[in-house]
DNA sequence: TATGAATGAGCCTTCATTCAT
DNA sequence: GATGAATGAAGGCTCATTCAT
């Protein structure tokens, strides 16, 4: 499944020879059908498999948190970060988004099980900000998309067009998001 | 090539068959080939032909604006929206980045005559307003990616997920960006 | 026709595209339309309405000749060489026999009205010979074979091989041909 | 290989179809592909694999080889005779004319590898007999070819227009030839 | 009469999938 | 369980043929 997920991230799902799973993988084409019904089922397998746990350790990680909006804000942002940009998950939005016409579903589940709900949490954040005063009044759903904007963003690009790009510091560009967004919320 | 520009970006280029594109484009399969080489000179057109254009009018755009720099970056944001997001030009990012993988020229040609000469036109309207004192200091290439990451990821979104998110405004996630972006700014 | 002729002698029935038959008489794809029906029609025609007349003449040469069959032969293979091997006829044995296999027809034609026909012209002369005393007793028709073989040999060779051998001398060809069929035969 | 081969000679490249080659070899379409590249790639195989071991074989035979050179002569020509026009070799030399247009560096390789090499041996023989008072002066290169273009022509003729002309012995031939040679050639 | 843009059947080739070993 | 040779459906591309101008 690593090998799967780097190349249809790489390549796309058409693009992706059987093959080339198998090389990658190391084994042989027919022993990936011992494993896998098809082609499809390889990739439904990367998408769910990869996605579910990270998800639910996300949600955990929000639970009870208690402090200001902003700690929890910046701690949220970094947390996502980890989670996705330093994993091999950095490769899933942009599989998703390519493939996203050719797997409705896929696509649908991705954004009902980890966007909306992602999204959700940074919702919750943020209006517990502006009820507390400390973020000025604002359509906490569109904030909340204008926060990860910029992440997911980050991981669809250090996927794609990173290397034509001049080499910048994502370390920066976290931080600067960071503060940006909260200057720009807080009241 | 309006055809192949809403398949290649719906669909993705492997994916994507030629008699698809004849069919939605109402001719025959063989008359493709009239007027393109194979499959990869009709990606390649679409891509070069469709952005072109555009870039040299965008550039002539902004050459001579004066004025804050707090409206020229909400011009600038403003108009940068209209010319993509209202247009077909908004499938190519997401078609782009989907077909980096196989066509690296392309993308290294999109980075190089389009992100990067974009990116300069928000690199001096922030450097300008830092010396000018409206805003504050900091990095002006990375705020210039912060500027620009949540426009490039709404026409992402819009030729992917968007069907499958809840449909919420365009304009609201404009404005907020441009509010919060600008307050984050400022001095 | 001509354009057809050489072209198919080049390169075959199938390989050879209208565009190019077009092309080398002249005229517009649409046009040989007008005067052919389709490719087989113009195969047809370039085999039958080149080989016709000439058969023709060829008869025509022999009918009344009296004198020696040495001279006889001589003079016939004489006028073989010129009447084929000077002129565009000479590319016809190849393409006939390339084609065998696609157009039994007409392959059975060219047999029937040139094989054989100038076959049994040289058999006379031979079974002449043999009934004059000039020539040894053999079978004519065996001999007739021997007597045009090489002569067909050169005018295959002409139109494929004869670009990559050495180059050699036709009339020293022509020559020792006939001088060694001319003492093996004598009695 | 030999499915190709029969195909080719029959058909020619162009008009011989992957999907016969495979029906008549017993195997898949796709099955052609894993033990050639492409079409061509089954063309060269068939021309150099079945060419180069009759090669060596022949220049084997001829090596040492002493007598008289009438009975040498006698012996090459019932050798060639039976190399080629008894087992499937046949069909190679009126395959490399037919294709000789579409393949010239195979025809090429045809004439340096076969044709000129094979000439060489019976001009040797045909020398070593003028030298030897045997023959009577002449160009041994002309006579060699000369020996040669009958055998040349029956195998091209078998394979092309034979079964349209009427049934002629085959044994007859190659004697009358032999003998009118050697008597052409006799002092 | 001449053209050449348009067509679509046909063929080469690829590659997901199967299955005997 | 693992393999890789074999398969054949699918798709890119060519080119003989048509037809509106």
């Not at 080339?20 to 042989?28: L, P």
């Not at 208690?66 to 949220?76: C, D, N, P, Q, Y």
């Not at 990173?162 to 960071?178: C, G, M, P, Q």
Request: contains cysteine; glycine residues 4%.
């Amino acid at each position: 499944m690593d090998a799967a997920l780097e190349l249809f991230a790489e390549k796309g799902f058409s693009a992706t020879r059987m093959a080339d799973v198998a090389k990658k993988a190391g084994i042989s084409k027919g022993t990936l059908y011992l494993y896998f019904d098809n082609k499809e089922a390889i990739f439904r397998s990367v998408v769910q498999e990869m996605i579910l746990p990270q998800v639910d350790q996300h949600d955990a990680m929000i639970a009870n948190y208690t402090g200001s909006a902003e700690s929890l804000l910046r701690e949220l942002l970094h947390g996502w970060w980890q989670a996705v940009m330093e994993t091999k998950l950095s490769a899933i939005p942009k599989l998703i988004i390519s493939e996203s016409g050719n797997f409705p579903e896929m696509a649908e589940f991705f954004v009902k099980k980890v966007v909306l709900r992602s999204r959700q949490t940074f919702i919750k954040v943020i209006q517990y900000g502006i009820d507390k005063g400390e973020f000025k009044p604002c359509n906490p759903i569109t904030a909340a998309r204008l926060a990860i904007a910029p992440l997911v963003h980050a991981s669809i690009w250090m996927h794609s067009l990173k290397a034509f790009d001049e080499n910048h510091s994502d370390e920066d560009y976290l931080e600067l998001h960071i503060n940006l967004l909260l200057q720009g919320l807080s009241s």
